[in-house]
């Protein structure tokens, strides 16, 4: 009897640190709560390699690095479209903040990223449908 506990106890733990989907952004994807209106920008994790990939006004990528809550992004490569000045300017401000994010932190279906100089972006994760042409 003991040693079926002790078999039941070690499945139930492995299981555990696999079933990780719910305490990881990787493979999902999500979208920043304070887009200007008439602009979603989104953020998209790989669910295999350490890439990011997301739309503002364009389509930007690049890679992190992650070691517990501890993230750090990459320079960011993006398309070139023009667009309605207001847009540009929410575009080229967030883009400009991903490299100074150093944390980050999941709240439920929540994503919060966190900069060094004290801000947070906030993101909602989005239904899997949505990214299923990333993945």
């Known amino acids: 009897m003991k040693k079926l506990l002790s078999l039941f106890l070690a499945l139930f ?11 990881t952004f990787k493979g999902k994807l999500y979208k920043y709560t304070s887009s200007p209106e008439n602009m979603a920008i989104t953020l998209g994790f ?8 997301g739309k503002a ?3 930007y990528m690049g890679s992190y690095k992650q070691e ?3 993230i750090i992004f990459s320079q960011v490569a993006t398309t070139m ?4 000045q207001e847009m540009m300017q929410a575009e080229s401000d967030y883009l400009a903040a991903l490299p ?3 944390s980050f932190k999941l709240d439920g279906k929540k994503l919060i990223l966190k900069t060094s100089d004290g801000k947070e972006l906030i993101y909602e994760e ?3 449908e949505e990214n299923s042409e990333q993945e």
């Open 13 to 23: 733990m492995v299981s555990g640190c696999f079933d990780s989907s719910e305490n």
């Open 57 to 59: 006004l364009n389509n």
């Open 100 to 102: 100074k994010v150093n």
């Open 68 to 70: 517990g809550e501890e």
């Open 46 to 53: 790989d669910a295999q390699e350490p890439r990011f990939y």
């Open 81 to 84: 479209m023009a667009g309605p």
């Open 126 to 128: 989005q239904p899997k």
